[in-house]
């Protein structure tokens, strides 16, 4: 009777506080791990050809992602509303051609919008491939050009921590994301390049439902998504798609050449819009670690018990089940890069960035390959993790580079090498 407290404390208490283990860095003590294989059906039967894998095996692996994973996506109720604000400014010094445009996201004004930022080579005769991405802060952050409006943000409340507010972005945000961004590479190589702010679609704090387009799709008498509807991840994810809408629309933009990008958390986000939207003609995934492209499986960096309770927003309900059970997840990264075969996929690690696992965001590349083999493509060929600065690219491309967690202007020339590699241009 004596522990009858501190028992009652221990199952009160948060279960972070109580057993997250500490991240190990330690690669002997990863431990065995058995992928779920991406070629057997859940009956059972071995996925025999092309046919099987698109008829049967991918319909499963994407309901799993959903169910289990990152929560359905709603589709949406109606057309988006597309509004030009800015139809052709001069940018760039006349290299580029800018364009800004509000993308109400229900079809309805007012409503949730993003606004989207886009830039094009000025000397573009023909429809032109634009690399898409959602970026972490307003269109102004993407170059120091003046004539970007500062949209307001959403930040953490400087005077209670615990919530947030949406406030106008002082001047220092301009061009802050420049480096991540290389609109001068990207506009000389010939491509476009499409950004909006992410929070625009959702901000990125747990409880931030009412903010989030996510709102707008509640079910009559519902307050929350269901236990395997959509997390916030599943909402960036879907004004990706938004935004595609609105390239298909565009003459200047060859809709069919669209490489979508994303760092980080928004390379989750890349990696799941990309499985579930085939208008993605290339996507790639830089730095996106835990939830990502690094098998959840293998014990080093962030783990799925750490990225649920550090961010209980990002995924759906059910996946929190896996946070003590990650063995019995019936996916893994592997199968997420899988559902964007057979399209080219690029999955980027920084030597540095140990948090996001580099060796098992290679990983899940190369089980990844077995299934683009299937569809008469090629995977990494290799299952020996490549050295610092040197890519590989076949349909499935990947490389190490020096340095932290972060896109830098070496990540941008080999996925301009990529993209024009499988755009032939
Ligand atoms: C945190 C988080 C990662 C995420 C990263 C980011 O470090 O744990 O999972 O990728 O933020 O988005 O920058």
Aim: glycine letters at 8%.
């Amino acid at each position: 009777m004596r522990h009858l407290p501190a028992l009652l404390f221990l199952c009160l208490a948060p279960l972070s506080a109580q057993t997250v283990p500490e991240a190990n860095y330690d690669e002997s003590k990863v431990g065995s791990y058995t992928l779920p294989d991406p070629l057997t059906l859940a009956s059972g039967k071995p996925v025999a050809d092309a046919a099987d894998w698109n008829r049967l095996r991918r319909p499963e692996i994407l309901r799993l992602f959903e169910d289990q994973v990152f929560g359905r996506t709603v589709a949406p109720a109606g057309k988006p509303l597309f509004e030009v604000t800015e139809a052709a400014g001069k940018a760039l010094d006349g290299k580029a051609t800018r364009r800004q445009v509000t993308i109400w996201l229900t079809g309805r004004k007012p409503g949730p919008k993003l606004d989207l930022i886009l830039y094009l080579p000025a000397s573009a005769a023909s429809p032109v491939p634009v690399f898409v991405g959602l970026g972490f802060r307003p269109n102004a952050s993407v170059s120091s050009d003046p004539a970007v409006p500062l949209a307001s943000d959403w930040t953490r409340d400087p005077n209670d921590k615990t919530s947030y507010v949406k406030a106008p972005s002082p001047e220092s945000v301009r061009g802050s994301a420049a480096a991540r961004w290389q609109l001068d590479k990207i506009i000389a190589a010939g491509f476009g390049l499409a950004h909006a702010n992410y929070q625009d679609i959702e901000p990125d704090f747990a409880g931030a439902l009412k903010d989030s387009v996510r709102q707008a799709y509640l079910r009559p008498g519902q307050t929350q998504p269901a236990a395997n509807e959509w997390g916030a991840i599943g909402a960036w994810s879907w004004g990706l798609s938004r935004i595609v809408d609105y390239l298909a629309t565009d003459k200047s933009v060859d809709s069919s050449k669209l490489a979508l990008i994303g760092h980080s958390r928004l390379g989750k986000t890349a990696l799941w819009a990309g499985a579930q939207d085939t208008r993605f003609a290339i996507v790639i995934s830089n730095d996106s670690g835990e939830g990502g492209a690094a098998l959840a499986r293998r014990n080093y960096g962030e783990t799925l018990f750490r990225i649920n309770t550090a961010f209980p927003h990002w995924f759906c309900a059910n996946y929190k089940a896996y946070n003590q059970a990650v063995d019995k997840l019936p996916v893994d990264a592997h199968m997420l890069i899988a559902l964007i075969a057979p399209r080219p996929v690029y999955v980027a690690s920084a030597e540095e960035d140990k948090w996001a696992d580099p060796r098992g965001e290679f990983l899940s590349a190369v089980s990844a390959g077995r299934v683009y083999s299937l569809l008469g493509k090629k995977g990494l060929g290799t299952d020996q993790m490549p050295p610092i600065h040197q890519p590989i690219m076949n349909t499935i491309g990947y490389h190490i580079r020096a340095g932290k967690h972060d896109v830098t202007a070496y990540d941008w020339d080999q996925y301009i090498k990529f993209a024009r590699m499988h755009f032939s241009r």
